[in-house]
């Protein structure tokens, strides 16, 4: 969420975050190099946030030490999103944003004048946003009564992300709407679906309600869209969602009938597009039957993905396998072709950049490139972002590679001998889900050492050199896994460049 924060409030926050990433004490130099910030900035902004963090003293606590070093010591209990939220709502776009979703945005000179902002950096950081806007497919005018201009399912589609990015469930910031008086409908899905919503669906699906109360409260009823026809029309169990959700929108709603049809509509449509799916869940079958005969560009799309990705990995999957990745898919691809816009442009590209990847993340980034190919499925296949993520969520939960590259050789010594490395190597291939070999003869080709002490006899090898403690701690053990991670993917990232030089399939 931070194209939401002003300029002085995104370095407090990116700050702290780089001290939250580490539990280890950090110098003013090492902030200044990482952040590009200058120690003159630093030392300022560690000073402010002394002081503002004091609000948070029962669960956090920035500790500058008398060399400088600053360390941000935390409970167990501390979220960074708190501080975050708190900043928020200090940033005039935000404000500016929710003001417009509530019908509370006058114009900008009236805005400008109650938040004590002028009129023209208000409009500049307005004028900031259009960007992500344009992703929504919205648009903002200023003009009159300044609002955001487009479809209403993408007014929705960007309101609920620009809450659920920033609220994150520890509060809730929908105005006129009570989160209890939803609470009947939250228990209608549960009925639907037969099972009961985890928190953190509840939570999820209330978010949605919120939005969908207020644009109504606001005279914004959904309009209706052919799409939503595509996942009701021979969907035997929207008579059933209709029967429980029709009495609660008629009680708390003041809609004409079609009205209240249409947003029932909307409401099983974004259950749909949620929907996930287990290995096993009983419910893959009525979907696959659902899906059976329908003709359109996200089956066709699904089920070019699943024969490209066979092809192109030379798998056989089993049956439950394939219903559950082609099931996942449809709802995936539905949602992405039903929605425009990513949340991911709610975040710097800096953001994205020092997202951790892996293996699975780099082996779907080189099949994505396959699937665009194909000039047909475009209009699904073009939300990257989106895609890939979700990509990669599948694979690492239904499909297991056998991938022909080698593992992470690493050589352990230990002052207390043999015996003791053994017992050291053991434990780290326990804990550590990449593939790794061990080496105990000095003198043989490795990717990494790990000691306890620095022997003059390892000066000469090229590989890395990490020293942890005699007796490793779980910390120690946590740094070996992450440099071990890295070396992974640099081996794998020399896979598919090899892979691709030879233009050959990915498994040949």
Same mark, same amino acid.
């Given at each position: 969420?931070?194209?939401?924060?002003?300029?002085?409030?995104?370095?407090?926050?990116?700050?702290?975050?780089?001290?939250?990433?580490?539990?280890?004490?950090?110098?003013?130099?090492?902030?200044?190099?990482?952040? &590009?910030?200058?120690?003159?900035?630093?030392?300022?902004?560690?000073?402010?946030?002394?002081?503002?963090?004091?609000?948070?003293?029962?669960?956090?606590?920035? =500790?500058?030490?008398?060399?400088?070093? /600053?360390?941000?010591?935390?409970?167990?209990?501390?979220?960074?999103?708190?501080? !975050?939220?708190?900043?928020?709502?200090?940033?005039?776009?935000?404000?500016?944003?929710?003001a417009i979703f509530n019908g509370d945005f006058v114009d900008i000179a009236t805005f400008?004048?109650?938040?004590?902002?002028?009129?023209?950096?208000?409009? &500049?950081?307005?004028?900031?946003?259009?960007?992500?806007?344009?992703?929504?497919?919205?648009?903002?005018?200023?003009?009159?009564?300044?609002?955001?201009?487009?479809?209403?399912?993408?007014?929705?589609?960007?309101?609920?992300?620009?809450?659920?990015?920033?609220?994150?469930?520890?509060?809730?910031?929908?105005?006129?709407?009570?989160?209890? *008086?939803?609470?009947?409908? /939250?228990?209608?899905? !549960?009925?639907?679906?037969?099972?009961?919503?985890?928190?953190?669906? *509840?939570?999820?699906?209330?978010?949605?309600?919120?939005?969908?109360?207020?644009?109504?409260?606001?005279?914004?009823?959904?309009?209706?869209?052919?799409?939503?026809?595509?996942?009701?029309?021979?969907?035997?169990?929207?008579?059933?969602?209709?029967?429980?959700?029709?009495?609660?929108?008629?009680?708390?709603?003041?809609?004409?009938?079609?009205?209240?049809?249409? !947003?029932?509509?909307?409401?099983?449509? /974004?259950?749909?597009?949620?929907?996930?799916?287990?290995?096993?869940?009983?419910?893959?079958?009525?979907?696959?039957?659902? @899906? *059976?005969?329908? !003709?359109?560009?996200v089956f066709e799309a699904t089920n070019y993905w699943l024969k490209r990705y066979m092809e192109f990995f030379r798998l056989n999957l089993s049956a439950a396998e394939y219903?559950?990745?082609?099931?996942?898919?449809?709802?995936?691809?539905?949602?992405?072709?039903?929605?425009?816009?990513?949340?991911?442009?709610?975040?710097?590209?800096?953001?994205?950049?020092?997202?951790?990847?892996?293996?699975?993340?780099?082996?779907?980034?080189?099949?994505?490139?396959?699937?665009?190919?194909?000039?047909?499925?475009?209009?699904?296949?073009?939300?990257?972002?989106?895609?890939?993520?979700?990509? %990669?969520?599948?694979?690492?939960?239904?499909?297991?590679?056998?991938?022909?590259?080698?593992?992470?050789?690493?050589?352990?010594?230990?002052?207390?001998?043999?015996?003791?490395?053994?017992?050291?190597?053991?434990?780290?291939?326990?804990?550590?889900?990449?593939?790794?070999?061990?080496?105990?003869?000095?003198?043989?080709?490795?990717?990494?050492?790990?000691?306890?002490?620095?022997?003059?006899?390892?000066?000469?090898? =090229?590989?890395?050199?990490?020293?942890?403690?005699?007796?490793?701690?779980?910390?120690?053990?946590?740094?070996?896994?992450?440099?071990?991670?890295?070396?992974?993917?640099?081996?794998?990232?020399?896979?598919?460049?090899?892979?691709?030089?030879?233009? @050959? %399939?990915?498994?040949?």
């Amino acid at each position: 969420m931070n194209i939401f924060l002003e300029k002085i409030l995104l370095r407090k926050m990116n700050i702290l975050s780089l001290l939250y990433s580490e539990s280890r004490p950090f110098t003013v130099k090492e902030l200044a190099i990482k952040l &590009g910030y200058t120690t003159k900035t630093i030392l300022k902004m560690i000073e402010v946030l002394e002081f503002e963090l004091q609000k948070w003293s029962n669960t956090v606590q920035l =500790v500058v030490k008398e060399n400088k070093e /600053i360390q941000l010591k935390t409970s167990e209990k501390f979220s960074l999103k708190v501080i !975050e939220l708190s900043y928020l709502k200090e940033s005039h776009i935000f404000k500016a944003c929710d003001a417009i979703f509530n019908g509370d945005f006058v114009d900008i000179a009236t805005f400008s004048n109650e938040n004590y902002i002028s009129y023209s950096t208000l409009y &500049g950081r307005l004028i900031a946003i259009r960007p992500v806007l344009k992703q929504y497919q919205l648009e903002f005018k200023p003009n009159n009564k300044a609002h955001f201009l487009g479809e209403e399912k993408q007014l929705r589609y960007f309101f609920f992300h620009f809450y659920w990015n920033s609220s994150w469930g520890m509060e809730w910031p929908f105005k006129g709407i009570k989160k209890k *008086q939803l609470l009947p409908f /939250i228990e209608a899905i !549960e009925q639907f679906k037969n099972s009961p919503l985890m928190i953190s669906e *509840q939570e999820f699906f209330f978010y949605w309600l919120g939005v969908i109360s207020v644009r109504i409260q606001n005279q914004h009823a959904i309009e209706d869209s052919p799409l939503m026809e595509i996942v009701i029309d021979g969907n035997p169990k929207f008579e059933l969602f209709l029967q429980k959700m029709y009495p609660l929108f008629k009680e708390l709603f003041s809609l004409e009938e079609s009205q209240i049809h249409n !947003e029932i509509k909307f409401l099983f449509t /974004i259950l749909f597009i949620y929907t996930q799916y287990e290995l096993e869940d009983p419910l893959i079958s009525e979907m696959l039957v659902f @899906s *059976q005969n329908k !003709e359109h560009l996200v089956f066709e799309a699904t089920n070019y993905w699943l024969k490209r990705y066979m092809e192109f990995f030379r798998l056989n999957l089993s049956a439950a396998e394939y219903g559950a990745i082609y099931t996942n898919l449809v709802h995936l691809h539905f949602r992405v072709y039903f929605f425009e816009g990513e949340q991911s442009s709610f975040f710097s590209r800096e953001d994205e950049i020092h997202k951790k990847e892996d293996v699975y993340h780099l082996m779907m980034a080189y099949f994505y490139k396959e699937l665009l190919q194909e000039s047909k499925y475009y209009p699904i296949l073009k939300h990257k972002n989106d895609l890939l993520l979700n990509y %990669t969520l599948l694979a690492r939960k239904f499909i297991k590679l056998e991938i022909d590259y080698r593992p992470v050789r690493i050589q352990l010594l230990s002052v207390y001998g043999k015996a003791e490395t053994i017992q050291l190597t053991t434990k780290l291939q326990q804990i550590c889900e990449e593939k790794i070999e061990f080496s105990y003869t000095l003198g043989e080709k490795v990717d990494l050492i790990i000691s306890d002490r620095h022997y003059e006899e390892l000066d000469e090898s =090229v590989a890395p050199l990490v020293i942890w403690n005699e007796n490793p701690k779980v910390k120690d053990f946590m740094r070996i896994i992450k440099i071990i991670e890295e070396l992974m993917i640099q081996k794998f990232n020399h896979y598919l460049l090899k892979t691709e030089t030879n233009k @050959s %399939t990915f498994l040949e």
